[in-house]
């Protein structure tokens, strides 16, 4: 049975840092793709979950969201079966319940994982909480 679980949320003041750490289990084989989604606060009824990361086990690739770029780091350590979403220079607007997805079906692009499928992840963690203070 797969299961992903999240861990590193927390409380950080504007400015700080946090790194959120995914770790899989289960997998028959690689998953395709892996990527971090984002639920801002007040938005858990609609569902709707923004991709900040969304990283290929396939090429390599890598893709962040513009609101991200620069201040996110996506890394993989396969040893341990983890993912890490490294996130510097915290503002209150990164807010929210991060989940980590993964995909085992095909896929088009990590572009494509993160901004446009309506079906991003075909297994999901439970999300961690993080909280930046203004």
């Known amino acids: 049975q797969v299961h992903l679980v999240e861990s590193g949320g927390g409380l950080v003041q504007t400015g700080g840092s946090l790194r959120l750490a995914c770790t899989t289990s289960g997998f028959t084989g690689d998953y395709k793709a892996i990527g971090w989604f984002r639920q801002a606060p007040g938005e858990e009824n609609e569902g709707v979950r923004e991709?900040?990361?969304?990283?290929?086990?396939?090429?390599?690739?890598?893709y962040y969201a513009d609101s991200v770029v620069g201040r996110f780091t996506f890394s993989r350590d396969n040893a341990k079966n983890t993912v890490y979403l490294e996130m510097n220079n915290l503002k209150p607007e990164d807010s929210g319940t991060y989940y980590c997805?993964?995909?085992?079906?095909?896929?088009?692009?990590?572009?494509?994982?993160?901004?446009?499928?309506?079906?991003?992840?075909?297994?999901w963690g439970q999300g961690t909480q993080v909280t930046v203070s203004s």
């Open positions: 997805t993964a995909k085992t079906t095909r896929f088009l692009s990590v572009r494509n994982m993160c901004v446009v499928d309506p079906v991003p992840g075909d297994y």
């Open positions: 991709g900040l990361s969304c990283y290929s086990s396939t090429d390599g690739s890598t």
